[in-house]
């Protein structure tokens, strides 16, 4: 594949970082980003507003500058996956909810059939010390582990990152654009359209009685998983908010 093709799909990949507590992380993050020939950066709720002007980040950047300088912040991670078909959060940890888990092999396969299909994509990692929480890690479309030693799966965040980029880079380089796009994946929701579907489905089942909220206990959760196995289509969240629209109006 010619640079010029893999930097058509660059620019579509997302590298996000939730609640970062350390300055110099973001700086590694962006050299790792830019040696991989990356530079979308996207901080959520970092510890301080511009932290990526510190000066630890930008020692640790080594001329990755443009990077940092060019990052965006968020205040929530909804608002920097919108449009994002495919969104993979890193995480080693297991959960009881959320959407379903993948090797990272079957995840990369994900993120290129959504690149050759000319969707952006998001790869998300948490916070250092915790890693990605419940209520973020509900906005992915999947969970991704690497495969580390299990005995001691612990990267640091900015050679979790590296790691990625690498693979990433490395799989569309080895694997040229399609003649046809896919478009199985063209037609699915991005996660922040499935997230506000289920905002809007809660006030539907607190209008009919069948959720209480004050003892909601497991509902939203366990349909946060429903869909995302079922990795619904823009019309499929039409159809759904159509069915919450009608639940309020029983109000």
Known sequence: MAQTSFTQYSDHV????????????????????????????????????????????VALASGA??????????DSLSSSIQECAVVLGLTSRDREFGPPALPWADGLHLLTDALQ??????????????????????????????????????????????????????????????ATANADVSELADPAAVAAMLEHWQAGLEAIGYLDPKNPKKLMPRLQALFARSRLRKEEIDLLRGIAKQMLLRK
């Open 14 to 57: 997302r590298w996000i970082m939730v609640e970062t507590s350390h300055a110099g992380n973001i700086g590694s993050a962006a050299r790792a980003l830019k040696t991989m020939g990356f530079a979308a950066l996207h901080l959520v709720r970092p510890r301080e507003p511009v932290m990526h002007t510190h000066p630890d980040a």
């Open 65 to 74: 500058s443009d990077v940092l300088a060019n990052a965006n912040t968020h």
């Open 117 to 178: 299909s000319n969707r952006s994509v998001a790869l998300v990692f948490g916070p250092e010390r915790t890693g990605l929480e419940n209520d973020d890690l509900a906005y992915c479309t999947h969970r991704v582990f690497l495969p580390a030693n299990p005995v001691y799966p612990s990267l640091n965040l900015a050679q979790a990152m590296m790691v990625c980029a690498f693979g990433l880079r490395q799989a569309l380089l080895e694997h040229p654009a399609q």
